[in-house]
């Protein structure tokens, strides 16, 4: 069985940094692309980005390059999504999704089958 | 990037009716790649349909999407009291892929 589980909830001050992860099991960990989609309190959903476990390729939604960066050991088959300085605005339910598609060049192309239950990030001084 | 427009923003059926949830997307979604997803409260996202009209695997068939360039509609046939969510679209056929900003569907 697929099942990709995430990271319990996070609270912190702005400034600070945060890493969370996501385990995937019951398929070849790096044969699959998986990322984070972003949903603010009372909001819809936004992609923020994707990484082959594999070789460590990574793409970013234009929206989010430069502001996280998500990365994999494929070795424990984790991806993980950091902040170096959060915000109060990086409030919000994070979900990371496996990606039944691929990347080529700059795009990518594919719909998300499995989602993790979420990770909660609150930032607040 | 593609915007998806949903409609309605709110749609409010009895159980045993049939609903039909709109995604009109700002240019053509390259190859009808397009995905609905069904949110209920607490809950994250599950995949419903891919490819505008494929059913993912464990849906009931009473969930049917159609449509193709611009203009997708998820149907359910015969709603039961599960099917009362928050539905959401989305674009795959060009980076970055987007959302619509969903429809919710309430119990009348």
């Known amino acids: 069985e697929v099942q990709v589980v995430q990271s319990g909830a996070e609270v912190k001050k702005p400034g600070e940094s945060l890493k969370i992860s996501c385990k995937g099991s019951?398929?070849?960990?790096?044969?699959?692309?998986i990322g984070w989609v972003r949903q603010m309190p009372g909001k819809g959903l936004e992609w923020m980005g994707i990484?082959?476990?594999?070789?460590?390729?990574?793409r970013y939604s234009p929206s989010f390059r430069g502001q996280v960066t998500i990365s994999a050991d494929k070795s424990i088959s984790t991806a993980y999504l950091q902040w170096s300085s959060l915000k109060a605005s990086d409030t919000a339910m994070y979900y990371c999704v496996r990606l039944l598609g691929y990347c080529s060049g700059v795009s990518c192309t594919g719909y998300f089958d499995y989602w993790g239950q979420g990770t909660q990030v609150t930032v607040s001084s | 990037e593609i915007v998806l427009t949903q409609s309605p923003g709110t749609l409010s059926l009895s159980p045993g009716e049939r609903a039909t949830l709109s995604c009109r997307a700002s240019?053509?979604?390259?190859?009808?790649?397009l995905a609905w997803y069904q949110q209920k409260p607490g809950q994250a996202p599950r995949l419903l349909i891919y490819g505008a009209s494929s059913r993912a695997t464990g849906i009931p068939d009473r969930f049917s999407g159609s449509g193709s360039g611009t203009d997708f509609t998820l149907t359910v046939s015969r709603l039961e009291p599960e099917d009362f969510a928050l539905y959401y679209c989305?674009?795959?056929?060009?980076?970055?892929?987007?959302f619509g900003q969903g429809t919710k569907l309430e119990i009348k």
């Open positions: 990484i082959y476990p594999g070789d460590s390729d990574t």
């Open positions: 019951g398929y070849s960990f790096t044969n699959y692309w």
């Open positions: 989305q674009q795959y056929g060009s980076s970055p892929q987007t």
């Open positions: 240019q053509s979604v390259s190859s009808n790649y």
